[in-house]
């Protein structure tokens, strides 16, 4: 199965509601690895490799977020270039 990877942003209130620690749990249940980090412009960056059928899923989930978060767009960027993450965790600024 070919691995892709992919870089989200996602805008709006998506800081302070548990955005990051929501998208680590789903992108874990789907096997996927990568991380999740806050922006200083108020967006969180999703950076995640795996099978390209979960990473729409992990889409998906970023289009409308925790219970908690806003979501106003995303925008998302399919690659070929794999970094071979480890797991997938939250990072910060």
């Not at 990051?20 to 412009?41: F, H, I, P, Q």
């Amino acid at each position: 199965m070919k691995i892709k990877h992919v870089k989200i942003q996602v805008y709006g209130r998506v800081q302070g509601v548990f955005f990051r620690d929501t998208t680590r749990r789903v992108a874990k249940k789907l096997n996927l690895t990568g991380y999740a980090k806050n922006m200083s412009d108020r967006s969180v960056l999703i950076e995640a490799e795996g099978p390209l059928d979960k990473l729409n899923e992990l889409i998906e989930f970023s289009k409308i977020g925790p219970r908690w978060a806003q979501v106003d767009r995303i925008d998302y960027e399919f690659s070929d270039e794999i970094k071979n993450y480890s797991n997938f965790k939250i990072t910060f600024y």
